[in-house]
């Protein structure tokens, strides 16, 4: 979307159209399911647990690092990411309110 479409739209319109932008990758569901599993993770690590080249992941990395869905700090030369669990529960709230109209709306369609 460009600048300018996202001007029409409120910051947290956008905040969640780029969560689910950066969603839309297996790979990147992948990196999320690692750092899920060991609650932080060295970049390198990554390299030995996923099927892509280092500057596959790096790139992912940082698309999920734009997304706000991953947060990392840099130690010596290596740089550990962990999710980012106050976005995750944003979105997991923005959800719910899908899921709720849901569970209270009169069926319109067949």
Same mark, same amino acid.
């Given at each position: 979307?460009?600048?300018? +479409?996202?001007?029409?739209?409120?910051?947290?319109?956008?905040?969640?159209?780029?969560?689910?932008?950066?969603?839309?990758?297996? $790979?990147?569901?992948?990196? !999320?399911?690692?750092? $899920? +599993?060991?609650?932080?993770?060295?970049?390198?690590?990554?390299?030995?647990?996923?099927? !892509?080249?280092?500057?596959?992941?790096?790139?992912? !990395? +940082?698309?999920?690092?734009?997304?706000?869905?991953?947060?990392?700090?840099?130690?010596?030369?290596?740089?550990?990411?962990?999710?980012?669990?106050?976005?995750?529960?944003?979105?997991?709230?923005?959800?719910?309110?899908?899921?709720?109209?849901?569970?209270? $709306?009169?069926?319109?369609?067949?």
């Amino acid at each position: 979307m460009g600048i300018t +479409k996202a001007a029409y739209f409120t910051d947290a319109q956008n905040e969640l159209a780029d969560i689910a932008k950066a969603l839309g990758n297996p $790979a990147r569901i992948a990196i !999320l399911d690692h750092l $899920a +599993k060991v609650n932080s993770c060295i970049c390198g690590d990554l390299v030995t647990e996923l099927p !892509l080249a280092q500057a596959t992941i790096s790139q992912h !990395l +940082k698309e999920l690092k734009n997304a706000k869905l991953i947060k990392g700090n840099i130690d010596g030369n290596a740089v550990c990411y962990c999710i980012n669990h106050e976005v995750f529960n944003k979105f997991k709230a923005y959800l719910n309110i899908f899921s709720n109209a849901n569970d209270n $709306a009169n069926t319109c369609c067949p």
